[in-house]
């Protein structure tokens, strides 16, 4: 909300507030008919239209005020995806009150604490979480009233929890009479907690503007080019950063919208994919790799699955190539973080890359990508420094834009911003057309003998082996170097393969010095609660391990 300068001469066009209840109004007048359709956390499947969430939306609206929510309260919900949970997020932000999405994943005591951080008022959540709300809820000091989003005849009969209420018992007393409110653009809409794998999580408190703009950029063909002729099921869950901010950008260009629920395994998103005709989804790797999983084993093709974003970290070229490759689908490799609402990068080819022989389109798509129109990027030195563009110099990577944040809420970790711009935490290169690779997250870095080495280069080339499922890269002690790389793999079920295979491997892909000194098989990666692999467990559990003496 910076002070500029006034001209003495201003536009004259109608300056309406960007505000999120437009998005529903929207796609109610002009796409009313077109479905929602979502596999419910009861078991079923629901489906309804544009017009009917509008309707619905508006009756919670009216809910909420029966209740005393005013502008400005912080409404949390603890929910898988669903239609019941995209009504809240236009009853709540619609309304003025602030929708606070809760990770499930967390731990209780996690979830008590950011409830408590954000002064929740309301707590909203699927009717299987009630366990887990009963854990927490005696602690939530700021919560007047839980409502579990389900009919009457899905409430239990007794409960721990005090105020306890029914969702559909509130719609059905509500009108749907209502106005959408008007008020200033910059008021806050929706609150997300980073995941906080150091230290506490902190808030990223967005506005109405930025969402409206986030979503405009983020629905451009450049970008995850959805239209009113897509069909698009958000796997991301509606507790990361906004289902990476489709339950606006789809309603807004009206496409039809399949939400998963809680079944996120290979099989059940298939049969969701085929059912609902899919054409477009968007989600991290490791829910990917199960549906990839399933599809092969089972000799399965996609009947009109198009197109899909992978982000949260990064894509290995191998699952881009194996959706290419053997099922017609398109990847498109993005970037970006809970600071960013989140989409800062994806990446899709230029008029002059297409000229290109294909090994080298491919080269460019496994990037991150150029920056979507809003956002900018630079990367400096540790000094500060701007470094060049040329797809060789890393640096810290920095942004800025209209929908990344200026200061955490409530101000935690005090002033983040170097001279306007965010730091990212991560590292990355940008080549002279502005594409943007990540080589690390700073703290994940190898650093060996003063010089780094990117633990995902050396993740993406092992995940290309045939026998490999999953690969983590991290740097452990060494006396001479100070830390060398460590590859710790999970095979593929029935696969077998060596620890002087995988290493022989890499030879002639990468510099002979990034070659990881050993290979450790594990069963299984540790998961963090937005699916990401968690480096710093891995490290935890290996950091007495002694590399072979070299
Ligand atoms: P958290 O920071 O809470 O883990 P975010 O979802 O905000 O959750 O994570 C943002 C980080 O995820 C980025 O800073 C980056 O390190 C990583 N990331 C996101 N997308 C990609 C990608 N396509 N490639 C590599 N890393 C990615």
Redesign the pocket.
Known sequence: MGNYPKSPVMGQMMSEPLLISSIIEHADRYCGANEIVSRRVEGDIHRYTYRDCHKRARQMANALGGLGVKMGDRVATLAWNGYRHLELYYAISGSGAVMHTINPRLHPEQIAYIANHAEDQYLFFDLNFLPLVEAFAAHCKTVKGYVMMCARDRMPAESKIANLLCYEDLIEASSDNYEWPLFDENSASSLCY??G?TGNPKGALYSHRSTVLHSYASAMPDALNVSARDVVLPVVPMF??NAWGLPYSVPLTGAKMVFPGPALDGKSLFELFEQEQVTFSAGVPTVWLGLLTHVGQNNLTFSSFKRTVI?????PPAMMKAFREQYDVEVV???????MS?LGTACTLQAHHLTLPPEKQQAILEK?GHAIFGVDMKIVGDDGKELPWDGKTYGNLLVKGPWIISSYFKNEGGDVLEEGWFP???VATIDPDGYMQ?TD?SKDVIKSGGEWIGS?DLENIAMAHPAVQQAACIGVFHPKWDERPLLVVVKKPGAEVTKEELIRFYDGKIAKWWTPDDVAFVDALPIGA?G?VLKNRIREQFKDYKLPAT
């Open positions: 980073t995941s794998t990361h950063v982000g949260g970290s990064a894509c490799h993005a970037w970006g973080m809970t600071e989140p991150q990212t935490g991560d990540i997250r995902i937005t990401k």
